[in-house]
């Protein structure tokens, strides 16, 4: 598979549909420009306490709670040769920088753009693809863990030859590689790759298709002398004075797909995305859960890496219903952070596996209803899943479904 992806990633670039959010409001010059959106919910879990990718983990004895899942507020400036994009989320957490970018370029010529500064890491579709236009409450949980938060500071580069093929879209980005809240904690930089075509009018404009291919090349350096490598069902201990210091590889490659179709009974989308490769991790711990313990680092890892090879993907379906403001939604989603782990050998004497090395699925369902074109109310329901393991808290499906009632308002 993953020499498929290679391939592909050089040869059959397509592209994703959507609000990309490495861009200015439009490209028409103009003064300071403001626009955002504020997304307020109501969330109830099957149990308590629960880890969840769906807003974060809940309190250890609340079931329910209201809560701002994004308070954006984007500010963004365009004249002749470049433009910047200075944007915040404001919660009930507190208020943080999501992006902020300069971007310049010909005036003759906008085919080739330089950014520079914190912005969406370019890989795939969904990473990009802004949460104020997305159907889904919330990206599939393989990408939250891998690309937390979905920016990096770095400098990209972007082509998209408008005058000869302008369904061409690449990017080459050089990040950090720690994300959005944190500075470079090595001296090595992740390397990322997307190449994308994106046709919007084909069969009298009626179908819209895109897909593309993504690598990202990229290491975590080793804080011990100690690492975890895959063997039998489980891992390796392997400790060497070499280890201490080395950057270990996390490298992904992906695929992504998108269709578009206008129907007499109202538009029809279907979107999916794949994602396999290696990340270093650590293990669970009681002060760790198993979501984090392969979540990608912000500041360096202290305890021994865990080395695992991983995939993950998600299928979106949505059917706009009697060409009306409602729209059912259906999603299915899943994490595999060990493919090398059978998950009935998790957790045995021996094997070196924690609680990070669960797979997870997700289905979803619910409708949105357009109330008017800055108004929206999306329903959505979670059933979460996992199979069953020899660890303690783990031996049958935890109880971690989640229910979820969002207002949006965008302007």
């Known amino acids: 598979m993953r020499n498929y992806l290679v391939f592909l990633f050089y040869l059959l670039p397509f592209a994703a549909l959507g609000q990309n959010n490495n861009a200015p409001s439009s490209y028409d010059p103009h003064d300071i420009k403001i626009t955002g959106y504020l997304q307020t919910q109501f969330q109830v879990a099957q149990s308590p306490g629960i880890n969840s990718w769906s807003g974060g983990d809940f309190s250890e004895n609340s079931a329910s709670r209201f809560m701002l899942r994004r308070g954006r507020l984007k500010v963004d400036r365009v004249d002749k040769f470049s433009s910047i994009v200075f944007q915040l989320d404001g919660t009930q957490d507190g208020v943080r920088i999501m992006d902020a970018f300069i971007q310049f370029y010909s005036p003759e010529n906008r085919s080739l753009k330089f950014t520079a500064g914190l912005f969406n890491r370019p890989f795939g579709y969904s990473i990009a693809y802004s949460s104020g236009y997305r159907d889904f409450p919330e990206r599939a949980r393989v990408f939250q863990t891998l690309m937390p938060r979905e920016r990096d500071l770095g400098a990209m580069i972007s082509y998209k030859p408008n005058k000869i093929v302008p369904f061409i879209v690449a990017d080459l980005a050089v990040v950090n590689g720690s994300g959005l809240n944190a500075k470079d904690y090595d001296s090595n930089k992740d390397i990322i790759g997307n190449f994308n075509f994106h046709f919007d009018s084909l069969a ?208």
């Open 204 to 411: 009298n404009k009626k179908l819209q298709l895109g897909f593309g291919a993504s690598i990202y090349k990229g290491t975590v350096r080793s804080n011990t002398t100690t690492v975890f490598k895959p063997l039998n069902n489980g891992f390796s201990n392997s400790t060497d004075a070499a280890n201490e210091g080395y950057n270990f590889r996390r490298d992904y490659y992906g695929a992504n797909l998108q269709v578009g179709y206008k129907n007499t009974f109202g538009e029809t989308t279907f979107k999916t995305e794949y994602i396999e490769g290696t990340q270093p991790g650590v293990a669970a711990t009681a002060s760790l859960s198993g979501l984090a313990a392969s979540t990608s680092f912000a500041t360096q890892p202290t305890g021994n890496l865990y080395l695992r090879n991983f995939n993950g993907y998600f299928f979106w379906l949505t059917q706009q219903i009697a060409n009306s403001k409602l729209t059912a939604i259906v999603g299915y989603d899943v994490y595999d952070p060990n493919t090398d782990v059978d998950e009935a050998e998790i957790g045995k004497t021996g094997n070196n596996t924690t609680a990070g090395d669960i797979k997870f699925s997700t289905l979803g369902y619910g409708l949105t209803y357009a109330l008017n074109g800055r108004l929206k109310l999306t329903i959505y329901n979670e059933h979460v899943k996992n199979d069953g393991t020899a660890l303690p808290d783990y031996q049958n499906d935890i109880k971690d479904n989640v229910f979820t009632t969002r207002l949006q308002y965008r302007w």
